[in-house]
């Protein structure tokens, strides 16, 4: 007789599995951002009460800090409660760190909106003491400004770039690229004692022009664009150049007409980020330009006014009362972050609208 063998019993592949669940060990799902919330609502709870912000602020940080990482430490055990910690402090930096930027806006809102009328866009201050005036001639003087700082410095810096990258080789580059770094930590100080002495040797001491001011700028604007242009033209693939030259393409062409047009979104984004960088400069224009109260939109004859040193001067010199003189510092400044933020969603725009296309 054949030897009979027992047959175990085959555990069903289908059937559950008991033991634990698979959610054991774990801390509920939302326990991190109902825990920040707590934590939040509790530091607004002491600022409100007298508290210093900044102290409520760092306390909230290390009091979330600590909880998350004891109770996943308790629950979750030590390797989870790791990276919990680490998220956690990453979570925080980022919250602290956007505290100032939530701070100056809040304080140039409430403080700017009080003279945002039609007389404050409409007027200048020629013979204003007290209140009422506008700022119409320095948003003008800025625009004109910056645009000629933008007409000299961004043929110079697309230019050099494109040498830069497609040319340069050997000791001249390396000089050119070592000098624009050098250009690129310059103080804007700098920039702007270097425009007044330029313009002092030909004119004379004591010269003022609006002309001075776009110089200034330029030499801050330069190595923006340089270093902008130069990161956008070396992500082009050097398959489209090489496919150019097997086509028998001169060189000054490929460029033109295959490497710009693919890093035209990049190049253009970086220039009016540039742009939007040196609009808000003091200190260069307030040397080389100075401040006038009138209309004056010729910026080769004569002192210009600019937002940013229109506001320094309305703080600085407020007269008596003083109180109109501030409110209209606070609007001038305002009125720059809202053409600064422009600039900065044209250049998304531009960066999304000249993106090149791919396939999907």
């Not at 701070?103 to 809102?109: A, H, Q």
């Amino acid at each position: 007789m054949p030897p009979t063998t027992s047959h175990s019993p085959q555990p069903d592949l289908y059937e559950p599995i008991s033991g634990p669940s698979l959610t054991a060990g774990q801390l509920p799902r939302g326990a991190a951002p109902l825990t920040l919330t707590v934590v939040v609502l509790a530091a607004l709870g002491l600022w409100l009460s007298g508290w210093n912000p900044a102290a409520c602020a760092v306390l909230g940080a290390l009091t979330y800090t600590a909880v998350i990482y004891v109770w996943s430490r308790v629950v979750e055990g030590s390797r989870k409660a790791t990276d919990r910690l680490v998220t956690a402090v990453v979570t925080c930096a980022f919250l602290l760190a956007l505290l100032p930027l939530i701070s100056v806006m809040v304080t140039v809102l409430s403080k700017g909106l009080v003279r945002f009328d039609a007389e404050f866009f409409t007027n200048s201050m020629r013979g204003v003491t007290g209140e009422g005036g506008g700022v119409y001639h320095a948003i003008i003087g800025t625009l004109i400004i910056t645009g000629f700082a933008a007409l000299i410095s961004v043929p110079v810096g697309m230019l050099t770039a494109i040498y830069l990258v497609e040319y340069g080789r050997g000791k001249l580059a390396r000089a050119i690229t070592f000098f624009v770094d050098v250009m690129t930590g310059i103080p804007s100080i700098v920039a702007g004692l270097f425009a007044f002495a330029l313009f002092a040797l030909f004119f004379g001491p004591g010269v003022r022009m609006g002309i001075m001011g776009s110089i200034a700028l330029s030499v801050l604007m330069i190595p923006v664009v340089v270093r902008s242009t130069e990161e956008m033209l070396k992500l082009v693939p050097n398959e489209l150049r090489e496919a150019a030259y097997a086509l028998a393409v001169p060189k000054w062409r490929t460029i033109l007409k295959v490497v710009l047009p693919t890093a035209l979104a990049g190049i253009a984004t970086g220039v009016t980020l540039a742009i939007a960088r040196v609009m808000g400069e003091t200190a260069p224009l307030l040397i080389a330009v100075g401040i006038t109260s009138g209309d004056n939109f010729n910026p080769f004859d004569g002192r210009m006014a600019t937002l940013s040193v229109f506001s320094y001067y309305q703080y600085v010199n407020p007269g008596f009362p003083p109180q109109p003189a501030l409110d209209r510092a606070w609007a001038a400044a305002l009125v720059l972050i809202i053409i600064v933020m422009l600039l900065n969603l044209v250049a998304r725009l531009i960066s999304r609208l000249f993106a090149p296309k791919t396939r999907g």
